[in-house]
Each structure stands twice: as structure tokens, then as C-alpha cells.
């Protein structure tokens, strides 16, 4: 699988960005999907993720209620909404892609380029 991210860029606290990830490669529909994110200094943590047909969705107790995770299998997209930004959701956004949520939490095999977030205050 085959991922490209997009839709960083530098916004205000309490602003919206939505990031889109385009999956090609394989069948898109048949992986669940997830962000991470990795701010300067620190690991790369989990975000959110989506299971393969959408119908469950997962987050970081730090971005519940601010970002939304969905996904288009007919564009062979996934997307994070994520609202009320702050200087702490400042990181560079990795894609990812795994058989289950399991596995993308722990060891995802395949990732994208990340994109730059920046939240000024």
C-alpha cells in the first residue's frame, strides 16, 4: 500500500485543518486506517484510527472531541477533521495502513510521508 498525505499547513489555535491520506497499491477497503503524529523532540503517537468498513473509530484521549476520522473507500481516502487546534497538536502527521486496529497501533506496516502541522498561538 502506497500512501500519500496532505493537508498541513500553519493555522491559529482554535482553527481547522483536515488532512486527507490517498491509499493506492491495494484494496484500499480491506485495511483499517490511522494518523499519528510526532512533534519535534518527542515519539511518534497514535491519533486515531478507522476500521476497514468505517464502522468504528478510535482516539487519543488528547484530540476526543476536537478530531474526526473518516474515510471514502470509494476514493480510497481517509481524512482527519481536526478542530479547536492547539499549539500542542503541532507535529508532523503520518497515514498509516494495517490488516486490523491491532495491528496499526502496534507495528503498521505501512506509513506515508507525514505533513506538517503548525499551530501558532
Known amino acids: 500500500v502506497q500512501l500519500q498525505a496532505s493537508g498541513g499547513g500553519l493555522v491559529q489555535a482554535g482553527g481547522s485543518l483536515r488532512l486527507s491520506c490517498a491509499a493506492s497499491?491495494?484494496?484500499?477497503?480491506?485495511?483499517?486506517m490511522g494518523w499519528f503524529r510526532q512533534a519535534a523532540g518527542k515519539d511518534r503517537e497514535f491519533v486515531a484510527a478507522i476500521t476497514a468498513n468505517g464502522g468504528n473509530t478510535y482516539y487519543a484521549n488528547s484530540v476526543k472531541g476536537r478530531f474526526t476520522i473518516s474515510r471514502d473507500n470509494g476514493k480510497n481516502t481517509v481524512y482527519l477533521q481536526m478542530n479547536s487546534l492547539t499549539p500542542e497538536d503541532t507535529a508532523v502527521y503520518y497515514c498509516?495502513?494495517?490488516?486490523?486496529?491491532?495491528?496499526?497501533?502496534?507495528?503498521?506496516?505501512?506509513w506515508g510521508q507525514g505533513t506538517q502541522v503548525t499551530v501558532s498561538s
Open positions: 498509516t495502513a494495517a490488516p486490523n486496529i491491532g495491528v496499526l497501533q502496534s507495528r503498521s506496516p505501512y
Open positions: 497499491g491495494r484494496t484500499f477497503s480491506g485495511y483499517a
